[in-house]
């Protein structure tokens, strides 16, 4: 496993976020992105390296905005440091991981992501 402060992790999340283009940035709506150093007990995979958890864009009508929370997009700290063996690689894997999870936001399913090959 490599080692990678939680602050240099949320840096690379930071910087996942950076790569979305900004005419599709501005469209995210109600979302925040956390980092957490595990995916929780009772996911399917404990090698989970994001989860969005939320409504997507597509699926929204009028009764959303009445008190909706803000969408959560977690990015899971040490399965990622768990798989990767430099600091680039974690770089590349969070940015996949987060773009993968914005993807579902938007209302794209992994099956559609595998195609794209952001899986």
Do not use: K
Not at 12 to 40: C, Q, S, T, Y
Not at 53 to 80: H, K, M, Q, V, Y
Request: hydrophobic fraction near 40%; proline fraction near 6%.
């Amino acid at each position: 496993m490599i080692e990678m402060s939680l602050t240099e992790f949320e840096n690379a999340v930071g910087e996942g976020l950076d790569l979305i283009p900004e005419e599709l940035a501005r469209h995210i709506d109600n979302v925040v992105v956390l980092v957490e150093d595990e995916p929780p007990a009772e996911a399917e995979d404990p090698d989970l390296l994001g989860l969005y958890e939320g409504t997507p864009l597509t699926e929204r009508g009028e009764w959303w905005a009445a008190g909706s929370l803000p969408d959560r997009i977690t990015i899971f700290r040490n399965p990622t440091l768990r798989m990767c063996e430099s600091a680039d690689e974690v770089s590349e894997e969070v940015a996949v991981t987060v773009i993968h999870e914005i993807a579902h936001h938007f209302g794209i399913d992994d099956a559609r992501l595998h195609e794209l090959g952001w899986a």
